[in-house]
């Protein structure tokens, strides 16, 4: 008997896809886990997607992380910057409130004599897995200058599985400003059944768009940056692996997007060229 009444079978659509949930994971805890089964705040990011979209930079994208704050226009030119998560921060010339680690190793220095709180490494995501941004304290895990949090760059390991090797180029511009461009590339080996080794390399030029009015320079805050990794992994078996990698990231920057300015009585800048 049918006890559908007015029940109908939905027509299959043919060609249509199918969408997978892929499992998201994190070390953020120094152990491997699903993102959904961490009890502490954990933003990742895919170091992949950055790269397509030419985001290269903490400044690029950390718009995207729930509460993480960067300063860089009254900083120099060549990666320096001031970061803070849930606001904590103590000031620009002081001990950092936001740690810095890569692949589990602190990374950066812990006080202000090292301008710690201002030389922030900012690594090319073109060999990295992910990112992770943990929102603070956790000085628990990760020790001092994690009060406010801990951004942690997981690069990618190199794989028994096969050879494989990746090529990419990005041309870029900025408005009344000058031509940018990134070219990088990696290849992974595997050497045996135990042992791999991968290299990458990339080099960029971040455009300027600044012009100092007083000297006639244009594009005084472009950036150059350039770098690599060699990393070799062997697996003897599931539970027993080791790991030696070599990181390389230098970055070159002559002036800031920060324009200094006198001001008359009413408070109104008064342009440079003005005696």
Request: net charge negative; hydrophobic share 35%; glycine share 12%.
């Given at each position: 008997m049918d006890q559908g009444g007015g029940a109908q079978s939905s027509?299959?659509?043919?060609?249509?896809?199918?969408?997978?949930?892929?499992?998201?994971?994190?070390?953020?805890?120094?152990?491997?886990?699903?993102?959904?089964?961490?009890p502490v705040p954990v933003t990742a990011l895919d170091a992949e997607t950055l790269a397509q979209r030419n985001q290269n930079r903490l400044q690029d994208y950390f718009a995207a992380v729930p509460g993480l704050s960067l300063n860089a226009g009254s900083f120099g030119g060549g990666g320096q910057q001031n970061l803070s998560i849930r606001g904590l921060a103590t000031g620009s010339f002081s001990n950092p409130t936001v740690g810095i680690a890569i692949d589990d190793v602190p990374f950066g220095a812990s006080n202000q004599v090292a301008w710690g709180a201002a030389l922030i490494p900012d690594l090319d995501p073109g060999d990295l897995d992910r990112i992770e941004v943990l929102r603070g304290p956790q000085g628990t895990l990760y020790g001092a200058s994690s009060i406010g949090g801990l951004i942690k760059f997981v690069t990618r390991d190199p794989s028994?599985?096969?050879?494989?090797?990746?090529?990419?180029?990005?041309?870029?511009?900025?408005?009344?400003?000058?031509?940018?461009?990134?070219?990088?590339?990696?290849?992974?080996v595997p050497i045996s059944d135990v042992l791999a080794v991968r290299a990458s390399g990339f080099t960029r030029r971040d455009p300027g768009y600044i012009a100092n009015v007083s000297t006639g320079q244009h594009d005084v805050n472009r950036a150059d940056v350039y770098g690599g990794r060699l990393s070799v992994l062997w697996k003897p078996s599931a539970a027993v692996s080791l790991k030696v990698a070599a990181l390389l990231q230098n970055t070159e920057g002559d002036g800031n997007p920060a324009v200094d300015a006198d001001v008359d009585s009413e408070g109104f800048c008064i342009p440079p060229w003005v005696t």
């Open positions: 027509p299959s659509v043919e060609g249509s896809q199918k969408i997978e949930l892929q499992e998201i994971v994190v070390t953020a805890q120094k152990r491997i886990e699903r993102l959904q089964d961490v028994v599985d096969g050879p494989s090797g990746r090529a990419q180029v990005l041309v870029n511009g900025v408005q009344h400003g000058e031509l940018g461009y990134s070219a990088r590339g990696s290849a992974n």
